[in-house]
T-cell receptor, first 114, second 114 residues
């Protein structure tokens, strides 16, 4: 089975802290994504990566950065956490040339910034 | 660019009744269409997909969806729902070429009452 693993299910951080959310996939997927999920707003794309060290901004990149040093790992970084970044964060991965297979998601990380 | 509109934010229904969750999309290119399901406190799972060919596609758990190109719709249906179908359902679209980045709707919360 495809597995996308997010390092934490729940996190509580203080305002101003630097926060790292980690995601690992075991399917050799080229594409990896970070989405933010908020009630009534659905999933909004923060960043995606189509190859190691390659990244593209999504719809809401402000306040976030990403890192992809290895193909299987994609990290989301909140440089200075703020309360408006309290949300559910979902990582996903997919094959670059086989979009018809869809994306595979991790279990999500519920981040609370206090 | 693509966009997805899920017309209902919440759909309440009684157990064993039929249900339809509506999804409309817009795109200037050919697309792949997906429905995902999210159970409470979990990530998203692929329910079904339309790539090409027959416009009626069947997925897991007895769900099916019909692609209607003229109406740019991809509505999800189930003839008889169960309590366990209570979940959030997301419609998604991606271009059938290029980077295959999925764009999601805002979600529909299906609430099945006994």
């Amino acid at each position: 089975d495809v597995k996308v693993t997010q390092s934490s299910r729940y996190l509580v951080k203080r305002t101003g802290e630097k926060v790292f959310l980690e995601c690992v996939q075991d399917m050799d997927h080229e594409n990896m994504f970070w989405y933010r999920q908020d009630p009534g707003l659905g999933l909004r794309l923060i960043y995606f990566s189509y190859d190691v060290k390659m990244k593209e901004k999504g719809d809401i990149p402000e306040g976030y950065s990403v890192s992809r040093e290895k193909k299987e790992r994609f990290s989301l970084i909140l440089e200075s956490a703020s309360t408006n970044q309290t949300s559910m964060y979902l990582c996903a991965s997919s094959f670059a040339g086989r979009g018809g297979l869809g994306a595979f998601f991790g279990q999500g990380t519920r981040l609370t910034v206090v | 660019a693509q966009s997805v509109t899920q017309l209902d934010s919440q759909v309440p229904v009684f157990e064993e009744a039929p249900v339809e969750l509506r999804c409309n999309y817009s795109s200037s290119v050919s697309v792949y269409l997906f429905w995902y399901v999210q159970y409470p406190n979990q990530g998203l799972q692929l329910l079904l997909k339309y790539l090409s060919g027959s416009t009626l596609v069947k997925g897991i758990n007895g769900f099916e969806a019909e692609f209607n190109k003229s109406q740019t719709s991809f509505h999800l249906r189930k003839p008889s729902v169960h309590i366990s179908d209570t979940a959030e359902y997301f419609c998604a679209v991606s271009a059938s070429g290029g980077s295959y980045i999925p764009t999601f709707g805002r979600g529909t919360s299906l609430i099945v009452h006994p």
